[in-house]
């Protein structure tokens, strides 16, 4: 089995593409139970003209069309910026089994930053999260995109 540090070098990836469409450079990857990368997405709001084109959202849909199911069971997200509010509620209910993310968002972050929504117990589904994993590398992407954007 390859390690998250593999997939989030795959997410890295899509966020460089997203970053190349102009976008807020977040990429994610979804795999499946075997190791397989079944969904890959990265930020598109702008591009798509959708609101909910987060990359988690992107990458979920793809993994549902590549396998044919909305639920996910069994699989791990690997995502560079720690999930918003809205991709939270996504994954939870996909099923997604696993979620491994790179930098903390502390402005909407829903895992560790803002709250811990995977931990509420009302959900009647558990997520296993890993944070952090690769994350100067995504936090300098998202630092570099900024900077760049504001003209510093």
Not at 64 to 90: K, S
Not at 97 to 126: D, I
Request: one cysteine or more; hydrophobic letters at 45%.
């Amino acid at each position: 089995m390859r390690s998250d540090e593999f997939y989030m070098h795959r997410a890295l990836d899509q966020a460089r593409l997203g970053l190349a469409a102009g976008e807020v450079p977040v990429g994610a990857v979804v795999v499946d139970p075997n190791g397989e990368i079944v969904g890959v997405g990265y930020n598109a709001p702008v591009s798509g003209h959708d609101p909910s084109a987060h990359a988690e959202i992107c990458a979920l849909r793809n993994a549902g069309a590549t396998l044919g199911n909305y639920r996910l069971d069994g699989c791990t997200l690997h995502v560079t910026l720690e999930p918003c509010l809205m991709c939270t509620g996504a994954i939870i209910h996909a099923r997604v089994s696993r979620v491994v993310y790179g930098a903390a968002e502390p402005r909407t972050g829903m895992v560790e930053s803002k709250a811990n929504l995977f931990a509420q117990p009302w959900f009647n589904h558990r997520v296993e999260v890993v944070g952090g994993v690769l994350a100067s590398r995504a936090s300098t992407l998202l630092r570099e995109f900024f900077a760049a954007r504001r003209g510093q």
